[in-house]
């Protein structure tokens, strides 16, 4: 959980992020996440009360602190949205716990965060259509799941296709990445099937995850992107949204590694570029 605070203190002390743009979300209530998640689940999970099975599916122990920051990263990601609705462009320095089902924590989600802000959304008739832009380098099977019977959200995965989790579920569309792909053929890959998506879905919203384990180093990315790779990918997502007027909200998403400060810069990248792209316009 370190890597949050110190994306933070790196987006300030580069005054990126200021108490003018800062915006802080509050916790989540139980019978608010009920309304994506199984209400005995949520219960569980408020509780303390997860069995062991439940827990080694989740990949972490249960704590306060754990359960703070995934009641709490919902609400960031619905008011990121809400704001990309109002700014055209908004970023959660959390988020992308994609892994997370109906009724079970998984890879270190717990609550989908993504799931839970298109539905608000979307039933609270703010938008009629969202897409899900995933480009996490392992499959958003939780939201390919979660979301395969809501015809308002198209559900988009592009992922490394030997990689977690083993049994993928089916998204609206899969990309299904070899292992190594390097910076070129996996741009193309990426804006291309951006474009179409654009062009097909004419969404209100793209919820973007700006997975950064695609990394050439990431221990569990198995892919071989640079990080000016990360940034092309991150800008140009980001660009192709705004140049239609469809407003895009980013949330983090993966990155894995030992050097706690190196991977807080890597999930900075894609709010350095947003930041960017807005002084540009």
Same mark, same amino acid.
């Given at each position: 959980?370190?890597?949050?605070?110190?994306?933070?203190?790196?987006?300030?002390?580069?005054?990126?992020?200021?108490?003018?743009?800062?915006?802080?979300?509050?916790?989540?209530?139980?019978?608010?996440?009920?309304?994506?998640?199984?209400?005995?689940?949520?219960?569980?999970m408020?509780?303390?009360?997860?069995g062991?099975?439940?827990?080694?599916?989740?990949?972490l122990?249960w704590?306060?602190?754990? $359960?703070?920051?995934?009641?709490i990263? +919902?609400?960031?990601?619905l008011?990121?949205?809400?704001?990309?609705?109002?700014?055209?462009?908004?970023?959660? $320095?959390?988020?992308?716990?994609h892994?997370?089902? /109906?009724?079970?924590g998984?890879?270190?989600?717990?609550?989908?965060?993504?799931?839970?802000?298109?539905?608000?959304?979307?039933?609270?008739?703010?938008?009629?259509?969202?897409?899900m832009?995933?480009?996490?380098?392992?499959?958003?099977?939780?939201?390919?799941?979660?979301?395969?019977?809501?015809?308002?959200?198209?559900?988009?995965?592009?992922?490394?296709?030997?990689?977690?989790?083993?049994?993928?579920?089916?998204?609206?569309?899969?990309?299904?990445?070899?292992?190594?792909?390097?910076?070129?053929?996996y $741009?193309?890959?990426?804006?291309?099937?951006?474009?179409?998506l654009?062009?097909s879905?004419?969404?209100?919203?793209?919820? /973007?995850d700006?997975?950064v384990?695609?990394?050439?180093?990431? +221990?569990?990315?198995?892919?071989?992107?640079?990080?000016?790779?990360?940034?092309?990918?991150?800008?140009?997502?980001?660009?192709?949204?705004?140049?239609?007027?469809? +407003?895009?909200?980013?949330?983090?998403?993966?990155? /894995?590694?030992?050097?706690?400060?190196?991977?807080a810069?890597?999930?900075?990248?894609?709010?350095?570029?947003?930041?960017?792209?807005?002084?540009?316009?």
């Open positions: 959980m370190e890597k949050f605070s110190l994306l933070h203190t790196h987006l300030r002390r580069r005054r990126i992020a200021c108490v003018d743009n800062e915006f802080r979300p509050g916790r989540a209530k139980a019978a608010l996440l009920s309304q994506a998640h199984c209400p005995q689940y949520v219960s569980a408020v509780n303390g009360t997860l062991a099975k439940a827990l080694r599916r989740m990949g122990p704590s306060e602190a754990l $359960l703070k920051r995934s009641c990263a +919902p609400m960031g990601t008011m990121t949205t809400q704001l990309a609705l109002e700014h055209g462009i908004a970023c959660h $320095l959390a988020g992308g716990t892994h997370a089902h /109906y009724d079970f998984s890879g270190f989600c717990i609550f989908n965060d993504q799931v839970f802000a298109g539905r608000q959304l979307l039933d609270r008739g703010v938008v009629n259509k969202v897409l832009f995933d480009c996490d380098v392992h499959q958003g099977d939780g939201t390919a799941a979660m979301l395969a019977d809501e015809p308002r959200a198209f559900t988009c995965s592009i992922h490394c296709e030997k990689n977690f989790p083993v049994r993928k579920m089916r998204s609206d569309l899969d990309v299904g990445l070899p292992l190594g792909m390097t910076d070129q053929d $741009l193309d890959t990426v804006f291309s099937t951006l474009e179409s654009l062009k879905e004419q969404p209100d919203l793209v919820l /973007y700006a997975g384990d695609i990394f050439q180093h990431d +221990p569990l990315g198995r892919l071989h992107i640079s990080e000016q790779g990360i940034a092309d990918r991150d800008r140009g997502v980001i660009a192709r949204c705004r140049s239609r007027n469809i +407003p895009i909200a980013t949330v983090i998403g993966g990155g /894995y590694d030992d050097d706690r400060e190196a991977l810069r890597r999930h900075a990248i894609v709010i350095e570029q947003a930041f960017a792209l807005q002084v540009e316009s």
